[in-house]
């Protein structure tokens, strides 16, 4: 019976460590039965915003007005907002993960920029993501 618990406490012990190693954002999850594309691809709106670590959420929301940015399954996204109230932007283009799936590249279509994400957290609830924009690091923390 000694032998069968000594087991048994063994596997557990496994399986915490491959379950602790299974995470893949700093932010989580550790686990997660959706693939990254399904949690990824929703409609999803900014929470919060920060650069350079400074929260400037209230700044973006009047800038960037009803933002809105939608990630489908099929490797295409749209972005739009009403800039400062006054004018309507929108763009359309083409998204991919990079190599090890800890970041992605959203690809305009009409001029061919790329902006390049690091992902943080990737839950179908919240999506927090990180690029660097000019001189600033822009943190984004999204949700549906």
């Not at 999850?29 to 929260?55: C, M």
């Amino acid at each position: 019976m000694n032998k069968m618990k000594k087991i048994t406490s063994l596997s557990i012990i496994l399986i915490a460590i491959i379950f602790a190693s299974c995470k893949k954002y700093p932010e989580g999850p550790s686990i997660s039965f959706r693939s990254k594309a399904e949690r990824l691809s929703n409609t999803w709106h900014v929470k919060q915003y920060f650069e350079n670590g400074v929260d400037k959420t209230n700044d973006f929301n009047n800038i960037c007005q009803n933002y809105t940015l939608t990630i489908n399954k099929n490797e295409t996204y749209t972005l739009a907002y009403k800039a400062l109230g006054l004018i309507n932007y929108s763009e359309a283009g083409t998204w991919s993960f990079n190599s090890d799936k800890t970041g992605i590249t959203l690809k305009n279509n009409a001029n061919n920029q790329t902006s390049n994400w690091t992902i943080l957290k990737l839950l179908e609830t919240e999506l927090w993501g990180k690029y660097t924009d000019s001189n600033k690091t822009v943190e984004v923390h999204l949700v549906p």
